[in-house]
């Protein structure tokens, strides 16, 4: 189960837009119960020192690990952290850093430039500025949010969309049919 688990995270960071060595770092880093060394990571999942070396540094810069230290030991030792609700916010916040807010900062600034004659072009990113910007403004909302009560808001989600279901008036971004 633990080998398909970190196979698997291997294949699917590549999807994610890392190599295939950190999503497995990632998820044996996640199934240890205690920190792991680079040696031990190495040897575990039977890959280069320096791929282990680069995947740590990456899984750091993305706030996804967290280095340890143990008394009598001077290596480091690596561990996600325990709490999943974490782990989400943090991957959450790193592909906003990293893909949501450029893409943002690249509309406002092509409507700060003004009209460019194309009046539909323009009322797309219009459009779609509005909306990331909607989406940011409720993802800063949730994140304020204590962990027990974004479970509950969670829970109540399928409630929510019934009746936005019965509603569709209430969406702005809902394009006519033609």
């Given at each position: 189960?633990?080998q398909?688990?970190?196979?698997?995270?291997?294949?699917?960071?590549s999807?994610?837009?890392?190599n295939r060595?950190?999503?497995q770092?990632?998820a044996?880093?996640f199934?240890?119960?205690?920190?792991?060394?680079?040696e031990?990571?190495?040897?575990?999942?039977?890959?280069?020192?320096?791929?282990?070396?680069m995947?740590?540094?990456e899984?750091q810069?993305?706030?996804?690990?967290?280095?340890?230290?143990?008394?009598?030991?001077?290596?480091?030792y690596?561990?996600?952290?325990?709490?999943?609700?974490?782990?989400?916010?943090?991957?959450?916040?790193e592909?906003?850093?990293?893909?949501?807010?450029?893409?943002?900062?690249?509309?406002?600034?092509?409507?700060?430039?003004?009209?460019?004659?194309?009046?539909?072009?323009?009322?797309?990113?219009?459009?779609?500025?509005?909306?990331?910007?909607?989406?940011?403004?409720?993802?800063?909302e949730?994140?304020?949010?204590?962990t027990?009560?974004?479970?509950?808001?969670?829970?109540?989600g399928r409630?929510?969309?019934?009746?936005?279901?019965?509603?569709?008036?209430?969406?702005?971004?809902?394009?006519a049919?033609k």
């Open positions: 189960m633990q398909d688990f970190i196979l698997h995270f291997g294949e699917m960071g999807r994610w837009g890392m060595t950190v999503g770092i990632y044996l880093l199934l240890s119960e205690d920190p792991l060394n680079a031990t990571i190495t040897d575990k999942l039977r890959v280069s020192r320096s791929n282990t070396s995947g740590l540094k899984l810069a993305w706030n996804l690990v967290r280095l340890r230290h143990i008394p009598g030991d001077r290596r480091d690596f561990t996600t952290p325990d709490d999943l609700w974490e782990i989400v916010r943090t991957l959450v916040a592909r906003r850093k990293r893909e949501v807010d450029p893409t943002l900062t690249k509309l406002r600034e092509l409507e700060l430039a003004g009209p460019q004659g194309d009046a539909y072009a323009e009322a797309r990113i219009a459009e779609l500025r509005e909306m990331i910007e909607m989406m940011t403004q409720f993802h800063d949730m994140n304020r949010l204590e027990e009560r974004l479970v509950q808001l969670m829970t109540m409630k929510l969309g019934g009746m936005l279901e019965k509603a569709p008036r209430l969406n702005p971004f809902r394009r049919a």
